[in-house]
């Protein structure tokens, strides 16, 4: 048998109702009115490191000299074929920064990268950690965009097995962000880019690419230094199973590397180009 209820109780349980869908609505509101402030001050902070960054670009590039050295330097493991593309890279100049300005404006600057068709040219910054020039920039001042760095492990005046370089992958095709060309086929092609120009208070190297791929976030192809000969094998035999790209470079455990790393995406993936030491000059 159903209840019977007075006007007066219906009036009252609808009116309840009606104040539970109105707060809803003000909850949903002031949800969303967040997000939007949240997504404009996100948008804002992104621009304003991005052009900080750029400020702090275009200073460095009115400041510091890079010269072309064509100075005689030392062949690193030179191959025996003598139609490997080593013996193209080895005639190309070194790169060659005047650190003075550099120092000038920050004590951590430890080397400059250089790397054909990109927006790679960079003074590289070393932290006693690898978290500092994530979140800060070359002034050292906070900044969400970071600054290219070398792993707080390495040791740039006396390279180890593997010196690695980190930078964010920004989409402005600052820091990192051009790293992204390696996956283009067109980028692929031309072989003047398979090079990496290192220069650093003491000497100046040329490295040449051996492997490029992407993966997920690991630990393995960041090790510095190996514990033995046969573990040093293994990981160059596994970098360059990796390769994706259209080259195939003659590798051995006696070769230095230098290791290039930023993120593909926001699930983790991450874009990696290695390269060996074929040839270095001391300043």
């Not at 804002?44 to 460095?60: C, G, M, T, V």
Request: hydrophobic residues 35%; glycine residues 4%; proline residues 2%.
């Amino acid at each position: 048998m159903k209840k019977v209820i007075t006007i007066e109780e219906y009036l009252k349980a609808n009116n309840g109702k009606k104040k539970r869908g109105k707060l809803i609505h003000r909850i949903f509101f002031i949800v969303c009115l967040f997000t939007l402030l949240f997504s404009l001050y996100t948008i804002f902070e992104w621009s304003l490191n991005h052009y900080k960054n750029r400020q702090i670009r275009k200073e460095l590039e009115e400041n510091v000299t890079i010269d072309s050295n064509y100075g005689e330097g030392e062949l690193i493991h030179p191959p025996s074929n003598k139609q490997s593309d080593y013996y193209y890279y080895v005639t190309l100049p070194f790169y060659e920064a005047d650190f003075s300005y550099l120092l000038s404006k920050n004590k951590d600057t430890v080397a400059f990268l250089h790397m054909n068709h990109s927006n790679i040219h960079y003074p590289v910054v070393q932290a006693s950690d690898n978290e500092y020039y994530l979140t800060h920039s070359f002034d050292g001042e906070e900044n969400k965009a970071g600054w290219v760095f070398l792993d707080y492990r390495n040791h740039i005046e006396n390279l180890d097995d593997n010196t690695i370089i980190y930078g964010h992958s920004m989409l402005d095709y600052t820091m990192f962000g051009s790293l992204k060309n390696v996956l283009e086929e067109d980028w692929q092609k031309n072989r003047d880019n398979y090079v990496l120009f290192l220069s650093t208070l003491k000497e100046n190297f040329i490295f040449q690419i051996f492997s490029i791929y992407t993966i997920e976030k690991e630990g393995y192809y960041i090790t510095p230094n190996f514990g033995s000969v046969a573990e040093k094998r293994t990981w160059i035999q596994t970098m360059k199973e990796r390769n994706t790209a259209p080259i195939d470079v003659e590798v051995g455990v006696e070769d230095k590397f230098l290791t290039l790393s930023t993120c593909l995406n926001s699930y983790g993936e991450r874009i990696v180009v290695h390269a060996k030491l074929i040839k270095k000059q001391t300043r």
